[in-house]
């Protein structure tokens, strides 16, 4: 068997019910994807968390780096307009 | 009846007991967790299996009964199962040649009559997923390294006389749907199925291998030297 240095890594996302987006819950090594989604279930889905389980590839995924979150994130934090707080919410609408 | 539920329920628990060896020691977290699940569920179904064979026999033993304090003669499971556990490979065949083995034979229980019916209705929702899980080690550990594959097909040999009595009796014609999905699985590992046809018996009439002496040595310490001991 190969030494798990040499697994690729997996980024696992479990949906814990219908009709709710898969949600990260962690990360495993695994030499296929067909054993990283058997992995995942066996570590990840013991107590009935999930329905359903993605994995991807953690090479797969472009991330942003944390030196850019200035020029990406910071123009937002002075633009309030963006935020539906300026219309009244008429009296007949609930559950707004 | 009472001769598949202790049949049945003695080669659930001491496969389990087997796998239970790996806890802690397993090559990854993820395969320590994995048998251990694979462990527990083999142990869920000896339990209802073990249960109702001491009911169906009559004479007011319990599951635990059966369990703790039978010895090596009284035990009916195959000798398949009470191998050691050996390096990973062999582990994992001997769960292949045993889950392909056990869905067959759980779908022909399913045809049977009342509580059995019941257990192996139960008992095959968990074994669809242990097939999946240890055919695709057979297909990682074959068509992997040349180590990897070389483990394998020793394991393949070394277990393969031990695939016989799984044919037993009634269970006879499974034998031919298991060759298949064996040779399938072995196809795409690249892996040999092994050409000997002269197989072990024994398990279903109480005579084991060594390796089974010491697993209940092992397995049945505590209730032996206190007896009576709970929880």
């Known amino acids: 068997m190969s030494a798990v240095r040499d697994w690729p890594l997996w980024e696992v996302f479990i949906r814990s019910q219908h009709g709710v987006a898969h949600k990260h819950v962690g990360s495993l ?11 995942a279930r066996d570590v990840y889905t013991r107590r009935h968390e999930g329905v359903s389980i993605w994995v991807v590839p ?6 942003s780096s944390p030196g850019e979150r200035e020029p990406l994130f910071e123009p937002a934090n002075n633009k309030v307009y963006r935020h539906p707080g300026f219309f009244q919410v008429p009296p007949e609408v609930k559950n707004l | 009846m009472f001769d598949i539920a202790l049949f049945m ?14 806890c802690g020691h397993a090559p990854v977290l993820e395969e320590d967790l994995a048998l251990a699940n694979t462990a527990l569920d083999l142990l869920g179904q000896a ?10 026999e009559g004479r007011g033993r319990s599951e635990d009964d059966l369990a703790f304090l039978s010895d090596a003669g009284e035990f009916r499971n195959l000798l398949l199962v009470e191998q050691p556990n050996g390096d990973y490979a062999q582990t994992m065949l001997r769960q292949y040649f045993f889950d392909t083995w056990h869905q067959l034979e759980l779908a022909r229980l399913g045809q049977a009559a009342g509580r059995v ?13 242990h097939v999946r899980r240890s055919r ?9 390294t040349e180590e990897s594959h070389s483990r394998a097909q020793a394991a393949a040999d070394r277990l393969w006389p031990y695939a016989g009595e799984m044919f037993h009796g009634d269970s006879g014609p499974l034998r031919a749907p298991w060759i298949e999905e064996v040779r399938a699985t072995f196809a795409q590992a690249t892996l ?6 002269w197989a072990h018996r024994g398990g279903r009439d109480g005579i084991h291998t060594e390796a ?6 092992e397995m049945q310490f505590l209730q032996r030297a206190y007896p009576g001991a709970r929880w």
């Not at chain 2, 089974?212 to 040595?217: F, Q």
């Open chain 1, 29 to 39: 090594h695994a030499a296929s994807a067909e054993a990283a989604l058997c992995a």
């Open chain 1, 58 to 63: 953690s090479a797969a995924i472009t991330a």
């Open chain 2, 9 to 22: 329920g003695d080669t659930d628990l001491i496969l389990s007991q087997r796998l239970g060896e790996w």
């Open chain 2, 47 to 56: 339990r209802l299996w073990l249960s109702l064979a001491g009911e169906l």
């Open chain 2, 117 to 129: 019916a019941e257990i192996a209705a139960k008992a095959a929702t968990e074994n669809a997923y």
């Open chain 2, 136 to 144: 695709d080690w057979v297909f990682q550990m074959g068509d992997g």
């Open chain 2, 192 to 197: 040999e199925v092994p050409a000997a046809t």
């Open chain 2, 212 to 217: 089974l002496g010491h697993l209940l040595a």
